[in-house]
């Protein structure tokens, strides 16, 4: 479905039907108008708004919305029975491009794929929109196009703080809306039941009994229940618990709060909520996130599901409650009637389409896993609940999917995340499987290497054959992070309704043997859109054939330790792991081609990424020789002779590791974009230098052997010593009418901030407006945006105290950002 950049920005500049929009222009015969019919529905009409957003944005142009139009060119938006319900199609007949469909989503799906005609894409974490902006022409086109998968979504795991456990409701919004950009249509939840006191099971869904459920959804008893918070050991043992206060190299700036945590947790809920009703407070405001984030996904045409473990993991609270009441707790009715009061409240907190039951990670206990989806499915017809049931888990539930589809009724679902953390294929069993809904459920990144980049466009796009040859319905991918996963995300969604000819063998068979392996399929043509669209055309060729050669081998710094992404100590030689860390200055050299401030900004997220991991790799390195080198002086038996070692040979590895630590962390904070980056740094700092002591676990040691403290040579630092960055946290596209959107806004710096102020008027018109943002703390900002009549843009400045000014987004004012307000009912 993609096209080049330069391809298609060459064919617009020889298409006819130019014309301008309320900016001025030509004769009033040669305006544009977007037809939107008058009583349309809510996605008809937001799909005209989108349409006149991106045109905006690309052309400067700002097209008229109206019911009818008699001359000029025309865009008109309808639906058309005669297509199927996520069918659209783009045709153009003289002066008028048509944008047809199934159903007023699809609609809104035809009005995206017009935009990407415009040279635009969309990514999860937000749009990208190229600097150089073309003339408004209205392209000519005839194309249909239909989804391979009538799923394709998103399964955001929760339990690290690189993922959806720190979304704010805004976060989880803006999600949905780039989500739907993509054409994704369902968002599914795990839920981890952790039976330990000191943990909890997670908050997505509550364990209970009928009578213990409210009208309105809410509950009145819950175990102790929370996601990550930097206060909490995880149950791995991961992440030892630290105030932000403590962190090093100017990463304290971006935190406002020494305890940091879900926007659900109360400001006593650190580590763990502190009594019953604390607990059942953490519940029900996590029932009204998910029924806000769920509502907005329901009208964005996208399918909803939870789940939680199998055989039923019973919290301590409802044991005790079970145990008054008289009922044993493996008894069958007792796991139905609890299903019943877990249905119960789903169906008055939250809309979900589908309830999914896991398998436990590893062996499982067959019968017993049969007799809760038993015991579900009862409470399901029982309840009258209005949504489906399904499996899912590990490797162990497709291992056993001819046994299980003996056992289970054709109207439960059959989806799985890939074995081995996403190493190994789809699995075959899945095409062993007719006449039910199927889901195959890629990794689109592994928690092994959490702190690391991981390209796998090849692997999407091989996963996403093999769930089509399966006879697959479902088409998801399972993630934390947002921004770094971007290439994985779009392949995989690319892939979901279209396989071009990357897909069929003949073009494996023409790729280099090293590109052809069983799990990857051929990626340059990918990288070579994707490129152009990210940093311009003269830069792109060079660019794409740098992430082709990485895609499927980037290397990688980090390991599971008893949790993820931790650094790893390596003993080879630097100059030995350089090598493979040569992509980095290829990179870099191809700055000096990137036009736009835009452009620029998104490459050099991407060199700093790189750079990131480089200076990871080297930590390593050092790290390694330090062990060495403390082994070497444990060696010797003259104490005159150790302290010289020490002196010589270790004390300046250890000052080295500090400053290529400071590097490192510098090169992160030069990506902060969204939650998942200071997830990344929480786990450095929680897990790496905390936790396994990366930096000093020799330093007692070494002290002993210098017969004096470690200089100040080998301290981190605190304060923040890099570039100025200006970023708003969470920039939702949309809104509804009369919302205020609050910006999270981080102004960081080397020299104090004097003032951080927001710029906003209507789309495309009128006068700036300025507000000045409120000071939280430490480097944390917010603002408050006035109640949403319109479409609007906005840009944020920060001005620091020797008169330098940042910008956010760095193309503004010429490239702001936009907000399209949508009617209450979208």
């Known amino acids: ?87 659209f ?48 022409v209205l392209p000519v086109l005839d194309e249909t196009h239909q989804p391979l998968f009538a799923l394709r979504g998103l399964q955001p795991f929760h339990d690290f703080p690189e993922g ?27 839920t981890y039941p ?28 819950s175990d102790v229940s929370s996601w990550y918070n930097n206060q909490k050991i995880q149950p791995y043992g991961c992440y030892r618990p630290e105030l932000t206060s403590a962190y090093n190299f100017g990463s304290a700036e971006i935190f406002p709060a020494d305890r940091i945590g879900p926007e659900v947790s109360g400001p006593d809920d650190f580590p763990f909520p502190k009594s019953p009703a604390a607990n059942v407070a953490m519940i029900n405001r996590t029932g009204n996130m998910l029924r806000a984030v769920f509502e907005l996904a329901r009208r964005r045409g996208m399918k909803t599901c939870v789940g939680t473990e199998s055989p039923l993991d019973i919290p301590d609270v409802v044991q005790a409650r079970l145990k008054e009441l008289g009922m044993p707790p493996q008894d069958p009715a007792t796991v139905q009637k609890l299903y019943e009061g877990m249905f119960q409240r789903i169906m008055r907190a939250y809309p979900v389409d589908y309830y999914w039951i896991w398998g436990h990670e590893g062996e499982i206990d067959q019968a017993r896993f049969l007799t809760n989806l038993r015991c579900a499915r009862a409470a399901l017809l029982e309840t009258k609940a209005p949504f489906g049931l399904g499996v899912c888990g590990w490797g162990w539930i497709t291992q056993n999917f001819p046994a299980l589809d003996q056992e289970l009724p054709k109207d439960v679902v059959f989806s799985s995340i890939s074995m081995a ?46 769930a089509r040859t399966y006879g697959c319905t479902g088409l998801m991918g399972l993630h934390w992070r947002t921004r770094i996963l971007g290439p994985n995300i779009s392949a995989l969604t690319q892939a979901a309704w279209e396989q071009g000819a990357w897909s069929r063998p003949a073009a494996v068979a023409n790729t280099p043997k090293e590109d052809s392996a069983p799990r990857f399929l051929p990626v340059a043509d990918f990288y070579q859109d994707w490129a152009g669209a990210q940093f311009g055309t003269q830069a792109a060729t060079s660019i794409a054939g740098i992430f082709t050669r990485l895609d499927g081998k980037f290397p990688r710094a980090c390991y599971w330790n008893f949790g993820p992404g931790v650094m790893r100590v390596n003993r080879q030689p630097w100059d030995q792991v350089a090598t493979q860390y040569r992509f980095v200055e290829d990179l870099a050299a191809c700055r000096p081609d990137i036009r736009g401030a835009a452009n620029r900004e998104r490459f050099d997220w991407w060199l700093n990424t790189f750079r990131f991991a480089r200076a990871m790799a080297r930590a390593g390195c050092l790290r390694g020789a330090l062990d060495m080198a403390m082994a070497q002086i444990d060696e010797q038996a003259d104490p005159p002779e150790q302290r010289r070692m020490a002196r010589e040979q270790a004390l300046p590895l250890r000052e080295q590791m500090v400053q290529l630590l400071g ?46 403290p470690l200089p100040a040579t080998t301290e981190p630092w605190k304060d923040y010593r890099g570039q100025g960055r200006l970023v708003v946290m969470t ?95 979208s």
């Open 1 to 87: 479905m993609k096209t080049s950049v330069a391809l298609l920005m060459l064919a617009m500049a020889l298409l006819p039907h130019r014309a301008r929009g309320e900016d001025g222009g030509d004769s009033a015969a040669a305006r544009s108008v977007i037809v939107c019919p008058a009583g349309a529905v809510a996605n008809v009409k937001l799909a005209a708004r989108e349409i006149r957003r991106y045109v905006y944005l690309r052309t400067g142009t700002l097209l008229p919305i109206a019911a009818s139009a008699a001359t000029g060119t025309v865009i008109r938006l309808t639906t058309d029975d005669s297509l199927d319900q996520q069918q």
């Open 89 to 136: 199609r783009l045709k153009t007949s003289g002066p008028v491009l048509t944008i047809s469909a199934g159903s007023d989503v699809a609609v809104l799906y035809g009005a995206y794929a017009l935009v990407e005609k415009l040279g635009v894409r969309f990514q999860i974490d937000g749009d990208v929109i190229p600097d150089a902006r073309v003339p408004w």
């Open 164 to 190: 959806p456990d720190w979304w704010t409701l805004d976060d989880w919004k803006a999600l949905v809306d780039q989500a739907a950009k993509m054409r994704m249509n369902f968002i599914g939840l795990h």
């Open 194 to 221: 952790f039976q330990h006191k000191e943990f909890g099971p997670e908050p997505t869904v509550w364990i209970g009994l009928p009578e213990d459920v409210n009208a309105d959804g809410t509950v009145r008893r």
């Open 421 to 466: 953390l996403g190493n190994e294929p789809v699995s075959p069993n899945f095409g062993r499987l007719q006449g039910r809904q199927k889901w195959a459920i890629p990794w689109l990144e592994d928690d092994d290497g959490l702190s690391s980049p991981q390209l796998w466009v090849g692997r999407m796009r091989k996963d996403a054959v093999d």
């Open 663 to 708: 590097e490192m962390v510098e090169c992160l904070l030069a990506t902060l974009n969204k939650s998942s980056e200071l997830g990344t740094l929480v786990n450095i700092e929680q897990q790496s230098l905390l936790r396994t002591q990366f930096l000093t676990a020799h330093d007692t040691r070494l002290e002993l052997f210098l017969g004096a």
């Open 731 to 825: 920039a939702r596209g949309s809104s509804n009418k009369g919302e205020e959107l609050v910006l999270p806004i981080i102004a960081l710096a080397p020299h104090p901030v004097a003032s951080v102020t927001v710029s906003l008027r209507p789309l495309g018109r009128g006068e700036w407006r300025t507000l000045a943002a409120t000071h939280l703390a430490r480097a944390v900002y917010q603002a408050q945006l006035p109640a949403a009549t319109d479409d609007f843009e906005y840009h944020v400045e920060a001005r620091t105290a020797n008169g330098e000014t940042l910008r956010w987004p760095t193309a503004a004012p010429e490239l702001n950002q936009t907000v399209v307000v949508a009617d209450e009912d």
